[in-house]
């Protein structure tokens, strides 16, 4: 459902900014999918080589609710077995991610012959990610504004969606860079590597539930 608005401007801090926001921080800034591999990266590769995979996530997420506003949501709806496609293609996707950290090298920034995820990797990733799929939705639902400012609103959910994702996405891979401080043995740092791979692993289920 659409908020009713009648003019174009302004949006109101407290109906709309805020509870997007809050929306954003609840949903990207806690565990998933992403945010494990950020944590991971960040521990094998550092915080600044994690940094392509951090914005792509966000822009990975923004195309999605540009696509979800234009109308690709209600593909869903219409062709259900096209969103278990994305399932299965997103938890197969996860599985190898897992066994790619799981045998990933124990040097502190990560082997010669390794590379973090890209850019691209990122943000392709979003659209095998059922939890990007339930945050786009859901945002464009609740808060895109109906009538002549619809693609108005659109915007703003961008915005806001781009600043707060921003601190999160930066969060999580700091977060994983300093852990990867103290990963100064090889047998702590395959440790961690295990149950990194676990974690990934691990959120297959809630991709298939």
Request: charged letters at 5%; a neutral charge; hydrophobic letters at 55%.
């Amino acid at each position: 459902m659409t908020i009713e608005h009648s003019s174009w401007l302004p949006f109101s801090l407290e109906t709309f900014y805020l509870p997007l926001a809050l929306f954003v921080l609840s949903t990207a800034g806690t565990p998933g999918p992403n945010n494990v591999i950020l944590t991971a990266t960040g521990a094998q590769f550092g915080y600044w080589r994690t940094l392509p995979a951090v914005y792509g996530i966000i822009l990975g997420m923004a195309s999605q609710i540009a696509l979800v506003a234009a109308g690709l949501g209600v593909l869903f709806q219409q062709w259900p077995l096209f969103h278990q496609m994305l399932k299965l293609a997103g938890a197969a996707y996860l599985i190898w991610l897992a066994w790619k950290i799981f045998t990933s090298g124990a040097m502190a920034e990560g082997a010669a012959d390794q590379q973090p995820i890209t850019l691209v990797q990122a943000a392709l990733f979003q659209y095998l990610n059922p939890k990007a799929w339930v945050m786009s939705l859901s945002m464009v639902s609740a808060f895109s504004v109906s009538g002549e400012a619809y693609w108005l609103s659109v915007v703003q959910i961008l915005l806001v969606a781009f600043v707060v994702m921003s601190f999160t996405q930066n969060a999580w891979a700091g977060f994983g860079s300093t852990i990867g401080r103290f990963l100064t043995h090889e047998k702590s740092r395959l440790q961690f590597n295990s149950v990194m791979a676990l974690l990934t692993a691990g959120s297959v289920y809630f991709v298939l539930v």
